[in-house]
């Protein structure tokens, strides 16, 4: 059965390429570059509901519909969504990433820190994963798939997965590009106090950023992004010393990579260039291991025969591989660390038998065809070949064998199968990734062995062609280009070896999350886990053991587990557009543009949507959805039902089938305004049954209090008339009455009837208390109820407020002559927050301490009335308000930070302080009194005052400290080397810090000593 008639959502503005009059690359190419010079901003808010058919196309649209179906409110029950996009690098997929993840936060409206977390992710992993190339500026160098998982509309935690980091960017970079974001992040961003802290120098002196930095605007910028970084850090939830760890094994790694080697002329072997000692001693200080257990790592091998250990020692080549591997293998690892820690931390906190709803993104490397091409982007090129496939399957294969199926009148359309690609790369045995695994299992095996063997297997196949003349590669016709690889260096990035010993080194590291990093075991789709130790068995190194997954082997069991992902949600496909190559604003080059439509297939895609039918629901789906627009009891799941429901509709340009309906992309929201209909009309129904109901009920209640006035006046009038009778049957003389004054407000009127009040939040008095005595003090409502056992709750957590308080964050709040702050009260209710504001001018604010749970509240003087923003204390102690996107280090910090920028979301400023209401009256003394006993007054004042001269004298025993650590200069600034080299102050102040913190429990003076000793003393006494 037909539908006659196709009405489609009205063209022109809204940009829609589907409904197009003539559908061809000419009128595809104008509507896309009208749409891109037009340069619109749209409002998120407009697509907030579910409803966007008559708006423009945008991501905001995407994140909706992806958002609203996870629901189950488009037409179909709950079910999981992803979000695949795809696009060239640089086209715009990381930026639509958090276009998404900003516009689905905004319809949770949660208003919780989970959602802040969330979106504070991708700075971080910008920092640590993007680079510039010659075709981005920020390009992502690993791809990332992001789940959301929501308890029916409120997100309640975040996973995420990442894959193929490409580690080789750390020590080589071609001309043109850049090392990863952080290392010049932290140069911009660290003070000279700092970068001393960690060993870190001139930028132009480190090989591994190539000399080159950038200009003063540039590095400024760069500063910026460094603090979004510790932001970003803070907010998610790491703590500060796993922070400063982390940047002390990166200042490791670019000191290790000045390391260079010279032959040993006596014993033929290699040793460190007298030129490079310095950064050797750096390196080994900032990784916190022994220089000479380094060393040995660098310039030789170790191996285990019958019990004997045999070194051999590198050439200049493998030492220099030793140091670059090193150098892959500990920034891998942190960030696969980052990536652990993350997931960790944003993990959803609620019952494992709560099935919840899920929604991932997907934001992966995009294609790349450099001048030189290697294993890299082999393995990016797969997985967006792996893609091309996927949206092949569910835009073309399934949907058009549907069509088949249930027999219906379509054209089939042709589009470009990339499935003999997918099998060259991904066959097995004789796949080009199997092809390259059984070639790096052989010892003996080299580049150019690995490329004859291609070149026997694949003769005579149409999409791989050996390579030219005497160069040592290959080329692959990928389904958006041929590609050319250059073989040099496959078999050895798919090793991913590390040099013997190096494993036991960092695990026996002082620094302890460089030890955790290597105690972690790492799975079989390349994943850290921190929380899985790795077995140690002596004189075998299970890092570089035979059954260890090669980087290929991992990039394919990771992809398979991402697409089964994939496969089992319902995809929503975002195809990013470059505009040009040169990386210009406002600039369409026509046939860059031309040529991504041509291989994406998008010219077939619009057309297939145009024509086809995107929506099938089955014939008991529709009716069970829909069977509330026939407006009787109990439809029954039929074909008949579901064409009766159509036909009570306006809907036209349906299509019934054998066994399902055929819907265009736009029936679901005109359904859905039928729906909302009957919703608006069900409420409204409710709204005059329930006024019907209450006035009911009130005229009821007004009856009854009538009836109880009256016969309450009948006995005062029976009672009165008892009296009189009794006084004359005494016949006793009566004192004559006093006549009575005339009363201001006589009671000639009638009784009237009780008039109830609407309860107030803010009046403490029942509905009728125009009953209630005016001398009488108004009850307090619920007082009645309250058992004995809610008065203890109740005690009991202001009794744990009150020890939180003393015990963490007294001294932090204390400024330094002993005293709160102004704007610090004590644990005083809402109400008495207001009153304190009331007659205050705009601005005044004040923070009081919670009555129900650990933490506070700023009470901020706004327009009309006050605010109330909840300070939430974070688990590395970090004060952030919740619903901001900025953690901060103390309270102190944070009210002095909102002092010049405002809160969201009426981004109001904190101005004038609001002290106590009377000096002779703190309210917060019994936090005082914590903390004494006896006289309140007297030994309050000098218990603070004791606790804040232990305070100052912390502060100048850790600036002892770190004075100290600071002390001795580097090996490489002295122009001649002491009997004992100096220990990096990386290390020192570590050391320093740890002491400062050991000092405070009593710790050994051995201990204490330990900064007056060079590295190997220091760690003996370790």
């Not at 195809?575 to 291989?599: A, F, H, T, W």
């Not at 979301?905 to 009256?921: A, D, N, T």
């Amino acid at each position: 059965m037909v539908s006659l008639g196709e009405p489609r959502p009205p063209t022109g503005a809204a940009g829609d390429l589907a409904a197009l009059a003539e559908l061809d690359e000419a009128a595809l190419l104008g509507g896309l570059r009208e749409r891109f010079l037009r340069q619109l901003v749209y409002v998120a808010e407009r697509y907030r509901h579910h409803q966007t058919g008559m708006l423009p196309p945008h991501i905001f649209a995407v994140a909706s519909r992806a958002y609203h179906a996870m629901l189950g409110r488009r037409g179909g029950g709950p079910q999981n969504q992803c979000i695949v996009i795809s696009g060239e690098s640089g086209a715009g997929k990381t930026e639509s990433t958090k276009l998404l993840l900003q516009h689905i936060m905004h319809l949770c409206k949660g208003n919780s820190q989970l959602e802040q977390q969330i979106l504070q992710v991708n700075p971080l992993l910008e920092a640590f994963g993007n680079a510039q190339t010659v075709m981005n500026d920020n390009s992502s160098r690993f791809g990332k798939y992001i789940q959301l998982r929501f308890q029916n509309n409120t997100v309640r935690g975040a996973k995420l997965s990442e894959y193929l980091l490409e580690k080789s960017r750390v020590v080589q970079q071609d001309a043109g590009e850049r090392n990863f974001h952080i290392f010049y992040y932290m140069f911009a961003g660290l003070s000279s106090e700092e970068k001393d802290m960690y060993g870190l120098l001139d930028p132009s002196l480190y090989r591994y950023i190539s000399g080159r930095f950038g200009t003063q605007d540039v590095a400024q910028r760069w500063k910026h992004k460094y603090q979004e970084v510790c932001n970003a850090l803070d907010m998610v939830g790491f703590q500060e010393q796993e922070q400063v760890d982390m940047q002390a094994i990166l200042a490791g790694v670019l000191s290790l990579g000045n390391v260079t080697f010279e032959p040993e002329e006596s014993s033929g072997s290699v040793k460190v260039s007298e030129a490079s000692q310095g950064w050797l001693q750096a390196a080994a200080g900032q990784f916190g291991v022994q220089e000479d257990e380094l060393l040995k790592c660098l310039i030789c091998t170790m191996s285990v025969t019958r019990g004997e250990q045999i070194h051999r020692f590198h050439t200049q080549q493998q030492a220099e591989d030793a140091r670059d591997s090193i150098a892959k293998v500990a920034y891998g690892r942190v960030f696969g660390w980052i990536v652990c820690k993350i997931n960790e931390l944003l993990a959803e906190n609620v019952d494992p038998e709560v099935e919840l709803g899920e929604i991932g993104i997907l934001d992966i490397f995009g294609f790349e065809n450099f001048a030189v091409n290697r294993f890299e982007q082999l393995c990016i090129n797969l997985a967006n070949e792996q893609l091309q496939h996927f949206f092949n399957h569910h835009i073309f294969q399934l949907e058009q064998a549907t069509y088949k199926e249930e027999e219906l009148p379509w054209e089939t359309i042709t589009f470009n199968n990339n499935e003999p690609v997918l099998n060259l790369l991904l066959a097995k045995p004789l796949g080009l990734l199997s092809l390259l695994d059984e070639q790096s299992a052989f010892p003996q095996a080299t580049d150019k062995t690995f490329v004859d063997k291609l070149n026997n297997t694949f003769k005579g196949n149409l999409h791989f062609q050996p390579g030219r003349g005497h160069v040592l590669g290959f080329s692959i016709a990928h389904y958006a280009g041929k590609v050319q690889y250059a073989a040099e260096g496959f078999l050895e990035k798919n090793r991913d070896t590390l040099p013997a010993n190096v494993h036991g080194l960092f695990i026996n590291s002082i620094t302890p999350l460089l030890s955790v990093l290597f105690t972690a075991t790492v799975s079989r789709t390349g994943t850290l886990m921190p929380h899985v130790k790795a077995k140690i068995i002596p004189g075998v190194d299970k890092f570089n053991s035979t059954r260890k997954q090669s980087a290929g082997a991992q990039f394919r069991h990771s992809l398979m587990v991402l697409m089964e992902r994939m496969y089992s949600a319902s995809p929503h496909f975002v195809r990013c557009i470059k505009p040009n190559s040169q990386k210009e604003p406002g600039m369409v080059d026509s046939q860059v543009v031309l040529l991504q439509l041509r291989y994406n297939g998008l010219l077939e895609t619009i057309r297939i949507r145009r024509d086809g039918f995107s929506w099938r629901p089955s014939f008991e789906e529709f009716a069970e959805r829909y069977g509330i627009l026939l407006v009787k009891p109990d439809t029954p799941l039929t074909k008949e039902s579901c064409l009766e429901i159509l036909q009570s509709t306006e809907l036209t340009g349906w299509i019934c089938g054998k066994s399902r309906l055929f819907f265009k992309y736009w029936h679901q929201e005109q359904l859905a305004k039928y729906v909302e209909r009957l919703e608006r009309a069900a409420v409204f129904i409710q709204k005059v049954f329930r006024g019907f109901r209450c006035r009911k009920s009130y005229l009821k209640l007004v009856a009854e209090l009538r009836a109880q006035a009256q016969r309450l006046q009948e006995e005062a009038e029976k009672e009165r008339s008892r009296q009189l009778a009794m006084e004359a049957e005494a016949q006793i003389p009566m004192p004559r009455k006093r006549r009575p004054q005339p009363c201001p407000h006589p009671r000639d009127k009638p009784p009237q009837p009780p008039v109830p009040r609407p309860r107030s939040k803010l009046t403490e008095s029942t509905p009728f208390d125009n009953f209630l005595d005016r001398s009488v003090p108004c009850p307090v409502l619920g007082t009645e109820e309250a058992t004995g056992k809610e008065a203890k709750m109740r005690k009991l957590k202001r009794g744990a407020t009150l020890r939180w308080f003393k015990e963490t964050q007294a001294q932090k709040v204390m400024q330094d002559d002993g005293a709160f702050p102004s704007w610090l009260h004590g644990m005083i209710s809402r109400r008495e927050a207001e009153n304190l504001l009331i007659d205050k001018p705009l601005g005044c604010f004040l923070v009081r301490i919670s009555q129900s749970r650990p933490g506070y509240i700023l009470t901020y003087k706004g327009e009309g009335r006050c605010r109330h923003y909840m300070i939430q204390m974070q688990p590395n102690a970090r004060y952030v308000i919740l619903g901001e996107d900025r953690a901060h280090a103390s309270l102190t910090e944070l009210v002095r930070y909102h002092q010049s920028v405002g809160i969201q979301p009426f981004m109001e400023i904190l101005s004038v302080p609001c002290g106590q209401k009377s000096s002779e009256s703190l309210d917060y003394e019994d936090l005082e009194c914590l903390t004494s006993g006896g006289p309140r007054r007297a030994k309050t004042s000098r218990a603070w005052t004791r606790i804040a001269q232990n305070k100052a004298q912390a502060r100048r025993d850790a600036a002892n400290d770190l004075t100290l650590a600071s002390a001795p200069p580097y090996a490489w600034r002295c122009s001649k080397y002491s009997s004992s080299p100096p220990i990096p102050q990386a290390l020192l102040y570590r050391s320093a810090v740890k002491l400062s913190a050991l000092r405070m429990k009593n710790t050994s003076d051995m201990v204490k000593m330990a900064l007056l000793y060079p590295l190997p003393m220091l760690l003996d006494l370790s």
